[in-house]
């Protein structure tokens, strides 16, 4: 049996090894200059001007919604993401709406959004899933009509770039997260990135006990903090993090031409004047056209070795926890995609032979498939 191919692979070095053990070996763990140089020089990658680093990509998400939100507020989100990007709006007392996605970008259509604004309606989030840009101006020019907040959701797109401008440069605030499998990691971690002066002000009281001098606390607060060990590895991810974006998009890029022209399977796309980072290569499999359903698909894959992933098998919508929030009927698109999609390993640990390998087993696989 060949070595498995994982769907994740950080790529962690000696950068990353020796920053913790200076940091260990200087006994200062908690957030200080480490943490400061981190987040100016992520903000600055990403064309903002402040970033508030915290313990995940879910805490940042809860303290976007609690700075921007009042209780009772409606939030649109995309019915097709990972949970947090709607439960932490719920965390913080308001209320998600959920809107279908674009059947070709995976991201919130606008033209959705604005069906579902109301007098209550308080802040659009948009969603960069997989690594591709949601329609920032289309959704911008919502925003400013209704005067509505922006939080983008930036997760799984760490550099990606809309029509030219990097994700983290676009108002209000946009949250990353440094979760392992992301393209950029600190173990757990995630940041905040804004441009408001006021508003960075406010993340970063709020981010600690809401303390502007030492036992001096001027609003509610709580502890999200980061720490320097973090810092450090995020500061060597960050010197990685534009090769592994290319590689990505290789890897996307000869993934996209050997599998284009398989029947039933189809290819993600990048739309014009966008730069898609790739955190996921997910294809979407049609399960009459090539006679099997998805997860026998994916069990098929396992059993040579390659791992896949579906995000997401359920739209928000159908979990549990929102239940009561909509049917099937107000979101066919990502009601869809949760059956059909199927992520496949992109990531910049993979060599030529995983590629090879993995194109071959696609190939055989759609092709007994079909026989
Ligand atoms: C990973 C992820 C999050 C949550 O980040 P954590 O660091 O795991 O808390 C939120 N939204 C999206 C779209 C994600 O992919």
């Given at each position: 049996m060949p070595h498995k191919i994982h769907i994740a692979h950080p790529q962690l070095g000696r950068a990353e090894i020796e920053g913790v053990r200076r940091v260990l070996k200087s006994g200062h763990?908690?957030?200080?200059a480490l943490t400061e140089r981190f987040e100016s020089e992520f903000a600055r990658f990403v064309g903002a001007r402040f970033g508030i680093a915290v313990n995940s990509g879910t805490s940042a998400l809860f303290l976007a919604a609690k700075a921007l939100l009042r209780p009772g507020d409606e939030v649109i989100v995309p019915d097709?993401?990972?949970v947090a990007t709607a439960s932490m709006v719920l965390a913080a007392g308001a209320r998600p709406v959920f809107a279908d996605v674009n059947e070709?970008?995976?991201?919130?259509e606008p033209a959705d959004v604005e069906r579902r604004i109301t007098s209550r309606t308080r802040a659009i989030l948009p969603v960069h899933l997989y690594g591709h840009p949601a329609d920032i101006l289309a959704l911008e020019r919502l925003a400013k009509r209704h005067r509505l907040h922006l939080i983008g959701d930036a997760a799984q797109a760490h550099g990606a770039k809309y029509q030219g401008q990097d994700?983290?440069?676009?108002?209000?605030i946009v949250c990353y997260s440094f979760y392992?499998?992301?393209?950029?990691?600190?173990a757990e971690g995630g940041m905040l990135v804004t441009s408001n002066t006021r508003l960075a002000e406010k993340l970063r009281l709020m981010r600690s006990h809401?303390?502007?001098?030492?036992?001096?606390?001027v609003c509610l607060g709580y502890n999200l903090r980061f720490t320097d060990i973090a810092a450090a590895i995020g500061l060597a991810q960050l010197r990685r993090l534009s090769a592994g974006n290319r590689k990505r998009r290789q890897n996307a890029a000869a993934l996209a031409r050997e599998l284009a022209?398989?029947?039933g399977i189809e290819i993600p796309q990048e739309t014009e004047g966008n730069f898609h980072v790739y955190n996921s290569f997910t294809i979407r499999l049609n399960p009459k056209v090539i006679g099997m359903s998805r997860d026998e698909f994916r069990a098929r894959l396992a059993r040579h070795g390659i791992e896949t992933a579906v995000h997401?098998?359920?739209p928000l919508h159908r979990q549990p926890l929102f239940?009561?929030?909509?049917?099937d009927e107000d979101f066919p698109v990502s009601t869809r995609l949760a059956k059909t999609v199927l992520s496949l390993p992109v990531h910049p640990a993979l060599t030529t032979h995983d590629l090879n390998r993995m194109i071959r087993v696609v190939r055989n696989t759609a092709a007994e498939a079909l026989r």
């Open positions: 763990l908690r957030a200080g097709f993401t990972f070709k970008t995976f991201t919130l994700v983290g440069s676009f108002r209000d392992p499998t992301k393209n950029l990691t600190t809401g303390e502007r001098r030492r036992y001096e606390h022209g398989i029947a997401y098998p359920l239940r009561g929030y909509g049917r």
